[in-house]
């Protein structure tokens, strides 16, 4: 019996889908199973990326292919057989799939491993690309969009990550938003049944690791930065860091007549009324930017220029005119107005080591002084107490929409094993070895009801250099451990692209949360896979991944091995391959 896309992937799930034919257009008399299905040589698709097969130290992000060259072979590629050549066709132009997105993607689930009634399993979203929209305020690639999201829905995925740049939305002028893009990729997102992550991003794009394009603060934000440089945070050597406003003023006029808070209030109030029809049940998700890369941090390793590069311990970004006032302020209090007029001169510079500062060495630094305990405190304190008042106008945005709200948190692992942690302290994060940093930080996310969002969940500590002290492993069960003690929920990022198993085996085991012996039903709240592009298609990572996520939405009690799952990932990669292949082409830089 002669068996085109839609029969074959119905084969694959248990489930009948109707299949149209254009006018004039007959159906394949080729005769075919689901095992017949084509198959590209394997030998012929290998990613020049490193972390495809292996998993080495992660010292640089691997960096996306940006040349039509290194992909020309998908070009290449042999011929599908006409009943496959179908569904190509139809990406190949901007028109609808001849079958409904929710006739072919719904059933090409995993018969048991899509959404499920009763909460099961670690929900995977994926990251969309920075600039998924455009500056002119369009989707951008939008058939390379429908082609992704397609096959991410075909594999089971639960939804996707879109940032909402402030940048791009409230561009020209305070409170003229323009929507256009992002109604666009919402309503492709619902179309395909996705669910979708909300990041309210009022930081710069172009900064940290990954950034892939450039997106400045709003333009009229920018002008009062230049009017007003102690608006930008600074570090004791002048530098002026422009991607995030300094908290410092978060509730002073500043803005052309609005605090900071009042202008992120308002952009989620706006974001709230013009997409409220599809809050709750395609936007299921709104993760609020709270400082650089969206983290509820301070920008104290900046990548931009070459100024820093890791694993150096970074600086602290207390010296703007905003911030030493509050320093001042809490020094006074504190009975010492001698500490109010500066921060740490002795913490070395951005690239130094913990043990050729006086203050962050082992032995005597000044971080285990009575003046570096007040410093920190108020450090720290004061990142808490910024990320409390956006989260207090999120809720209150919010409520009653069916949104989660959640605040994404940096993975700082270098020099973890440190005494002092100086890169977590630099940061903004006083986490020593004498005291629990994150513990603060999530009764403050607890009290709200959000989610703990945290990175570097993929990461091992044997792949990291060792003269670093960096030990992921342990600050991920750190973190764990802190959530569960203040009741909070925790989701989880990869800090890097990686499609190797390795690891893809450790965000399984980081996911099941047996940290303490006692996690009992326990489990991530979500993950979230960073990002999707062109090697996410690959073959050879797109069946690893298509096996991943099944395994992540079985949850941690399934006893079946991986083996058994990649044989099963196998067969469906073979089957629903012209989607995948037309997904990789279409996001041909």
């Known amino acids: 019996m002669a068996m085109n896309l839609g029969h074959q992937i119905g084969t694959l799930s248990g489930k009948q889908i109707p299949t149209e034919f254009a006018a004039g257009e007959q159906p394949s008399s080729a005769t075919a199973s689901p095992s017949a299905a084509w198959k590209s040589p394997a030998g012929n698709l290998q990613s020049n990326s490193p972390q495809e097969n292996a998993s080495p130290p992660m010292l640089t992000p691997p960096l996306t292919p940006n040349s039509a060259g290194e992909w020309s072979y998908l070009i290449n590629l042999p011929m599908l057989r006409p009943d496959l050549s179908v569904a190509c066709q139809a990406f190949a132009t901007s028109s609808p799939l001849e079958m ?4 072919v993607a719904g059933t090409a689930e995993w018969t048991d491993g899509g959404r499920k009634d009763e909460k099961k399993g670690v929900s995977v979203f994926v990251m969309m690309p920075l600039d998924s929209v455009t500056n ?39 409170g003229a938003y323009n929507w256009g893009g992002y109604t666009e990729l919402l309503d492709m997102a619902k179309k395909h049944g996705l669910k979708v992550q909300a990041v309210m991003s009022f930081h710069q794009c172009g900064s940290n690791v990954g950034d892939s394009c450039t997106i400045p603060l709003p333009k009229w934000v920018r002008e009062e930065m230049e009017k007003d440089s102690d608006l930008a945070y600074t570090d004791q050597w002048g530098r002026r860091n422009y991607e995030y406003v300094s908290l410092g003023c978060d509730s002073l006029l500043v803005l052309k007549g609005r605090s900071p808070v009042q202008c992120y209030a308002d952009f989620m109030r706006a974001f709230k009324d013009n997409f409220k029809h599809l809050l709750g049940d395609t936007i299921v998700e709104i993760q609020v930017g709270m400082g650089p890369a969206g983290e509820l941090r301070y920008p104290s390793y900046p990548e931009e220029n070459g100024m820093w590069k890791f694993p150096g311990i970074g600086a602290f970004q207390c010296y703007d005119k905003y911030m030493l006032s509050s320093l001042k302020a809490a020094a006074e209090a504190a009975g010492k107005p001698e500490w109010g007029s500066t921060g740490p001169t002795d913490a070395g510079h951005y690239n130094s080591w913990p043990e050729d500062t006086p203050f962050f060495k082992k032995d005597g630094g000044g971080w285990n002084s009575q003046y570096g305990e007040f410093f920190l405190s108020w450090y720290s304190q004061t990142l808490i107490e910024h990320g409390e008042r956006i989260l207090s106008s999120a809720s209150s945005v919010f409520e009653a929409t069916g949104v989660k709200i959640s605040v994404k948190v940096a993975g700082i692992h270098w020099h973890y094993g440190s005494r002092s942690h100086a890169a977590e302290l630099t940061a903004g994060y006083y986490n020593t070895r004498f005291r629990d940093g994150y513990l603060p930080m999530a009764q403050m996310v607890a009290r709200y009801g959000a989610v703990f969002n945290f990175t570097c969940i993929e990461m091992r500590d044997h792949e990291q250099p060792q003269d670093a002290l960096c030990a992921p492993e342990n600050l991920v069960r750190q973190v764990g451990l802190a959530t569960k003690e203040a009741q909070v929920p925790l989701a989880g990022e990869n800090a890097l692209p990686r499609y190797d198993e390795s690891a893809h085996e450790q965000i399984l085991k980081a996911s099941s949360l047996n940290i303490d012996g006692s996690s009992n039903d326990r489990e991530m709240f979500a993950f979230t896979y960073l990002r999707m592009n062109p090697s996410l298609f690959l073959p050879d990572n797109w069946r690893r991944f298509v096996a991943f996520v099944k395994k992540m939405n079985e949850g941690k009690d399934s006893r079946r091995c991986w083996e058994q799952v990649e044989r099963e990932a196998e067969h469906f990669v073979n089957v629903t391959e012209p989607f995948v292949q037309e997904a990789a082409l279409a996001l041909m830089p």
């Open 100 to 103: 409904t997105v929710e006739e």
């Open 136 to 174: 002119g305020n369009t989707v951008n690639r939008k058939k390379a969009m429908n082609a992704s999201l397609h096959a991410l829905k075909s594999a089971g995925m639960e939804g996707i990550m879109i940032d909402v740049w402030w940048g791009l939305v409230e561009r020209e002028a305070p």
